[in-house]
């Protein structure tokens, strides 16, 4: 006889499996019997922020504390250690409940001797968005640094990335545009969990650090953080939901060159990209004719209430992802610029030739090279060469990477 409970128990558990529902993060296996060994008898240093939280959304902060570890200090990135703090100000140092805070986006941004004074063990536990112009990788690669040069041990608890494990797009990084917003030479999105990328910056950077990543259970490659099933915390003032990420990766090297709004200022940030110069039906048309994957646009008309454009009239474009797992982020991104140019030519060029010294940096910074501004210069059709751009070298690093792959 046909055992219909033992079925529908199989099926509901695959379901289970497929959809998330059992996913562990990095700092739920932390305390675990087999893992919470590793913090007896170390002195702790936590690097945390808001988005430090477990699977049931209590504090890793707290779990250390509830747990009796001996944690003697605390280590906050860009925006703070709850998140406060817009993009680019300084965070200053504090103590919570005797536990100091150090400022890891302050006077300065690397760990000192004094900050990591008397601690064996530091833990990295934050989560990340997939893009290397986002602070926190760089945080991080600072960190795995000054604690190989202390022979200070480092513990990782890996997170998702929130646009899954399969995008890898865009431009790599030069050495010369080495900065806190692109330290590590991989893709713009590069596919990588946090704790993967730690592997990866220890190994093929010859850091040295004794390193090891908690990893997490039930996270697989093609899941977006919707698929995780997981509570978003949100990561910066202007990353509030899952999807963000992925809307950030598609217009935010764009808003560094000052010409369109990418949203900042309303209540839709990177989602949107507009000015009162551009014709809403028109530019949605253009780039709907362009059938990038996984994606449409729709015209938008919005009143951005801060930033660029500030309290203007704007028409553009609104993004609507339709399929994650075949969308291209930076694709999407050097089409909006190469159309933005071609339509409306004589504004674009004359926002360009205002763009001060130092947003042609953080320009060139945040793509990882001096190539996309020449070809905005110089070129009259330009996407598709901002597109092609390093293919090979990403194809290299997609052969590369595969040895520090976790899951």
């Known amino acids: 006889m046909f055992n219909y409970q033992f079925f529908f128990l199989a099926i509901w558990s695959f379901c289970l ?35 430090g939280v477990n699977s049931n959304l209590s504090s890793t902060i707290e779990l250390f504390l509830n747990h009796d570890t001996q944690l003697i200090a605390l280590f906050a990135p860009e925006h703070g250690l709850y998140g ?54 760089t945080a991080l690669c600072y960190i795995l640094e000054e604690a190989a040069k202390r022979k200070i041990s480092v513990i990782v608890l890996d997170r998702p990335n929130p646009m899954g494990g399969l995008i890898v797009d865009g431009p790599m990084l030069e050495d010369k545009w080495r900065s806190y917003i692109g330290y590590i030479n991989v893709p713009y999105c590069h596919g990588m969990t946090i704790g993967e990328l730690a592997c990866y910056f220890n190994q093929e950077y010859h ?19 919707r ?22 990766a598609s217009t935010g090297i764009l808003g560094e060159l000052g010409i369109a709004n990418i949203g900042i200022g309303s209540t839709l940030p990177f989602k949107i990209v507009g000015a009162p110069w551009i014709n809403a039906k028109q530019f949605a048309k253009k780039l709907n004719a ?46 909006i610029i190469g159309l933005l140019k071609s339509l409306y030519r004589e504004q674009f060029t004359n926002r360009l030739k205002q763009l001060g010294a130092e947003r042609k940096q953080v320009f060139c910074k945040a793509n990882g090279n001096e190539y996309m501004l020449e070809v905005l210069n110089n070129e009259e059709y330009v996407a598709w060469k901002l597109i092609s751009y390093q293919f090979e070298d990403r194809q290299k690093f997609l052969a590369k990477r595969g040895a520090y792959l976790l899951y």
């Open 17 to 51: 499996s497929v959809t998330g529902l059992e996913l562990k993060l990095g700092v739920d296996c932390l305390f675990e019997e087999s893992n919470i060994v590793k913090l007896r008898g170390k002195k702790l240093g936590l690097i945390t922020n808001q988005t």
């Open 84 to 137: 406060l703090e817009p993009a680019g100000v300084k965070v200053e140092s504090q103590s919570i409940n005797g536990l100091p805070v150090y400022s890891l986006y302050g006077t300065t941004r690397r760990a000192t001797s004094n900050m990591l004074q008397g601690i064996d063990l530091l833990v990295f536990d934050i989560q990340d968005i997939g893009c290397r112009s986002y602070t926190y990788l």
């Open 207 to 225: 850091i040295g650090c004794d390193l090891e990543v908690i990893r997490m259970k039930g996270w697989q490659r093609s899941m977006s953080f």
């Open 227 to 248: 698929d995780t099933k997981l509570c978003w915390i949100p990561t910066s003032p202007n990353i509030p939901e899952a999807e963000t990420p992925f809307f950030y």
């Open 290 to 335: 362009q059938k990038l994957p996984g994606v449409i646009f729709h015209p938008c008309y919005y009143r951005p209430l801060t930033g660029l454009y500030q309290s203007e009239n704007c028409q553009g474009v609104l993004l609507f992802i339709l399929d994650h797992k075949i969308y291209k982020p930076l694709s999407v991104q050097y089409m």
